[in-house]
């Protein structure tokens, strides 16, 4: 097994059976993942490549790159998958999300800016616990804002620091 | 004072002297991978903000508000801050879905953002800068308008190596240059204070060098956009001139529904080659904008 190499992207391998990195998730992995947790079709992501460059932070790309290449960013940054629990990012959440089925909390206006400003607030939500996708109504339409964590009846917001606004 | 020196280049010269005293209005261009100009109005307008769209460009939006950051079309990438005359060169190459396209001197991502969405996202975009600091304000900008056909790349445009993009030539390249930004002072009072000819000299070599460089880098037949926000023909005819005597490439004309000014084939003595009359210069009277200039060049090849 080679180990990963921090510096440079590396594409996911599709299955565990072409797995060259031990401990590396897999294309089909990642599309589970989004598939079982909100209910994203794999089509969705059928112009994208998934690569990881670090340990445990993926990313979606939808141009031509060559395998290794060193560069500073391939798309965006879209899955945290360090810990056992795996994350979607905000803007992963704010491109994909709208094809969110479930694990979808759409909040009212005052519970959006609270979520949007960084805050966390008591929240009453029937379905799973942990990583939900939280979204608004703007201009009649749902729209996903970000990630929340939500736990014994509290969501907390994980809007990062320099994305969150007073608004 | 600096701007006297362009006394002779421009009409209307105190009516340029005046536009150049006043603020720029606030203008947003709407981001169409994530959402319609109709929806972006609709979203401002339950806000409060009053808007006027921008004539020769739809998807630009003049804002009542200086602070449209603080704003949920903001918040999801619908809408992103840029001046109204700068959003012409990408509009200029025009590239379509599919295309490689390169991004000379992207940062902070008003340009790039803006080329993802005239490709809808898809084929590959290259956002080159050599300031990391920039490049990650960069990054931030792209993310929220989730462009995913982007490769992020930090190096001197002037050395530009392919390898890491697969080594294929580009089908067009945006070279928007660092310049003397002259044509900012409605947004920064203080953009004339540090005006020196030397270093408008020193700014010419490595625009030159950026260009020379992107031109090489880009296919025969494909185009390349040179634009800055200066006035100083040292920066912008001067630089096509000294570019045509020794790359493939010729400058063609392009068409924009902006009032704009001819290339100067004259400037202190020298003269330049009379195809820079087809490049476009912008000043602030004109349309009430920033100061801008705008070449269109065609790779030739052999």
Redesign the interface.
Known sequence: MRSNVGEQFSRLPATDADRAVEGRPTRNGVLSFWEDRYGVSPEVFE??SFWEKGSGKLW???????EG?????????FLRVRQEHWKPTT?AV??FGKHATQNVITVDAEAARTF?AGEDQKLDWEGDWGYLIVAHE????R?P?GVGLYLHGELRSQIPK??Q??? | MILERYRELIDSFDAFLGACDRPLPSVVRVNTLKASVERVERALADTGYEYEQCSWYPELLRLSTDTPGNSWPYVHGWIYGQEEVSALPARVLSPSAGDRVLDTCAAPGSKTTQLAALMDDRGTLIANDANLGRLSALRTNAQRCGVTNLIVNSADAQTLSLAPFGGDPFDHALVDVPCSCEGTIRKNPTALEDWDIDHVRGLAGIQRGILRRAIQATRAGGTVVYSTCTFAPEENEAVLDAVLETESCRIVPFETALDTRPGVTEWNEKTFDRSVEKAQRIYPHLNDTGGFFCAKLEVTGE
Do not use: K, M
């Open positions: 112009d994208h979606a790309f939808s141009g031509d790159a060559p290449t060193q560069v500073e960013a391939l798309g965006i940054t803007d704010q491109r949007i703007l201009a009649d339409v729209e804002i320099g994305r606004r007073s608004v």
